[in-house]
C-alpha cells in the first residue's frame, strides 16, 4: 500500500514540478545520463548522454524511494534523493524527487536550496513546517497525511515531526536537478576551516564555551 502511495504522490509532484521551470530545457527529447563520464565535479545541468540507440526503459524508472532510508542519530531524519546514477532518465530534465523519513520528536533542521524551490507531500504521521522569508517573517503550517506543502526557491525552511512516537514520511519534490541544500547550523559551526570563533560569539551574542559545545555537538 505504501508503496503503491509512493508512485502516486511522484506522479503528482512530477506534475507539479512541470509547472516550475528552474533548470534549462532540454534541446531533445531525452539525454539518459552516461553515468561512467557523470561526477561531482563535471557536474552542471547535466552530464553527458549515452547514445539514444541504447537507451532502454529501466532508464527512467527507480525504486530508490521506495523503502526507508537509516535516520540519522544528530537530528533524527534521512532524505533519500533520486540521481542521474539510480534515475539516468531524469538528467537535464530539471528536477530531483526525495523522500524524507522524521523520527519521532524529530527536525529536519533549517537549509535552504539556491537552485530549487520545492513541494512536499506528507504520506504519513503529521509534521510542523514553515520558511522564513527575506524579511524574517515565519510562515508556518500543520500538515495531515495528503496534505502538501511548498518551499519557495532558497528560502531557509525546516520540516518537524510533532508526534512523539510514529516516525513521519513525506515525499518532496525538487525544481532542479541539482537543488544544492545548506544547512543552517552548520553553516555556522561546522565549516571547514572552522569560523573564527570571535565571528561566532558576535554574531550570535554567545562565549567560548557555547561556541565549543556547538560546535562539539554538531561535529565540526
Not at 534515475?87 to 537535464?92: A, D, K, R, S, V
Not at 570563533?197 to 558576535?202: A, F
Amino acid at each position: 500500500m505504501e508503496t503503491s502511495t509512493i508512485v502516486f504522490s511522484m506522479s503528482v509532484l512530477v506534475v507539479l514540478l512541470g509547472l516550475v521551470g528552474s533548470d534549462p530545457d532540454p534541446l531533445q527529447d531525452y539525454c539518459v545520463a552516461d553515468t561512467k563520464k557523470g561526477t561531482r565535479e563535471n557536474f552542471y545541468n547535466g552530464v553527458p548522454c549515452i547514445n539514444p540507440q541504447n537507451v532502454d526503459i529501466s532508464h527512467f524508472a527507480t525504486s530508490t524511494l521506495s523503502e526507508a532510508g537509516k535516520i540519522g542519530i544528530v537530528f533524527g531524519f534521512n532524505v533519500t534523493l533520486t540521481s542521474i546514477f539510480n534515475l539516468p532518465g531524469m538528467n537535464t530534465q530539471g528536477l530531483t524527487m526525495a523522500r524524507i523519513d522524521i523520527g519521532p520528536n524529530s527536525l529536519v533542521s533549517p537549509h535552504s536550496h539556491p537552485r530549487a524551490s520545492e513541494v512536499a507531500i506528507l504520506l504519513k504521521g503529521s509534521l510542523l513546517v514553515g520558511f522564513i522569508n527575506t524579511s524574517n517573517h515565519l510562515f508556518t503550517q500543520k500538515l495531515r497525511p495528503g496534505d502538501s506543502f511548498v518551499f519557495p526557491k532558497g528560502m531557509i525552511h525546516f520540516l518537524y515531526n510533532t508526534d512523539s512516537k510514529v516516525q513521519a514520511l513525506a515525499l518532496s519534490g525538487l525544481s532542479s536537478q541539482n537543488p544544492g541544500v545548506q544547512m543552517a547550523s552548520p553553516a555556522a559551526f561546522a565549516t571547514s576551516p572552522t569560523m573564527p570563533d570571535e565571528v561566532s560569539k558576535k554574531l550570535f551574542q554567545i562565549n567560548d564555551q557555547d561556541v565549543t559545545r556547538i560546535r562539539t555537538s554538531l561535529g565540526g
